[in-house]
């Protein structure tokens, strides 16, 4: 079994490493720093000790030091990888027995009473934040620009103030979804599209107002609702990052139309979408 030291990953570079990958099968091995991994799209499973794991999308797992564990899949999938270094968060952990330990000296005190528990399962409308999230950390990591470690940082306390909110609300190792993971997949590689309760509810074998009701019951929001915040989320990104006028903006986030996307964002946002990218051209 390897054990893999923080020496030996992060050398004398970096006290932060951040990855996506697809389709990586990890052995039975330890590491002696923090490991966080995030399930984009697929499914796996996890061993921690002797007990194994189904993990899907919206799935994040907290790898404590010094724990055993591997990962396999049957299928493909994605998954962000972070890891940390105690020294990352705080000088104080660098000789921590227990990553917990972390989060009692960074302020998540109310926290501290957790122990070793390694999934938690995002609702739909948390996943939207969180892989929008994750990807900002791994844009920072990869150019890091000036101030990124700082950045890093905050995010990084973001993110598990979000971790210990849903293990404060008793969902760690939760109960089994009713609703297929496939179908945020699907809506996920799909909301630029034109899509139907119709269609979606066959796929899951499910009438379409049964399948409206068990969607929001499982994921704390509407079938609409979600498509609307992956367009308005692809839309602000494309505003940022092209230099695709409006319309074509409107187009490649899934909009029927320019009155469309003005709407969603003067609702939003309070603003028209020239404006939106606008404010952000001035804070660079």
Same mark, same amino acid.
């Given at each position: 079994m390897q054990n893999f030291s923080v020496q030996r990953v992060f050398g004398d570079q970096s006290e932060i490493q951040i990855k996506k990958m697809t389709d990586i099968t990890y052995h039975t091995h330890t590491h002696d720093f923090i490991e966080l991994v995030y399930i984009e799209n697929g499914s796996a499973f996890q061993q921690v000790g002797e007990t194994e794991f189904s993990v899907q999308k919206g799935d994040l797992l907290f790898i404590n030091y010094k724990k055993t564990h591997a990962f396999r899949s049957e299928n493909s999938f994605t998954f962000y990888n972070i890891l940390l270094t105690p020294r990352f968060m705080s000088e104080e952990l660098v000789n921590s027995e227990n990553a917990m330990d972390l989060l009692s000296l960074n302020c998540f005190e109310s926290f501290a009473g957790y122990r070793e528990e390694p999934k938690i399962s995002f609702d739909a409308d948390e996943i939207l934040f969180i892989e929008s999230l994750i990807a900002k950390m791994l844009r920072e990591y990869t150019e890091k620009p000036n101030g990124f470690e700082q950045v890093l940082k905050s995010c990084i306390t973001v993110l598990l103030i979000h971790v210990f909110r849903k293990m404060d609300q008793g969902n760690i190792l939760g109960?089994?979804?009713?609703?297929?993971?496939? #179908?945020?997949?699907?809506?996920?590689?799909?909301?630029?599209?034109? #899509?139907?309760?119709?269609?979606?509810a066959k796929r899951s074998f499910y009438n379409p107002s049964y399948f409206s009701r068990i969607f929001s019951e499982t994921y704390g929001i509407t079938i609409t609702e979600y498509v609307f915040q992956k367009r308005f989320g692809r839309a602000c990104a494309l505003l940022e990052e092209s230099d695709m006028t409006v319309e074509e903006v409107a187009s490649a986030a899934g909009y029927r139309d320019t009155a469309a996307i003005f709407k969603h964002f003067k609702k939003m946002l309070h603003v028209t979408p020239a404006e939106y990218r606008k404010s952000k051209k001035k804070q660079e």
């Open positions: 109960g089994e979804r009713r609703m297929p993971a496939e #179908i945020l997949e699907y809506l996920d590689n799909n909301y630029t599209e034109k #899509i139907t309760i119709q269609e979606l």
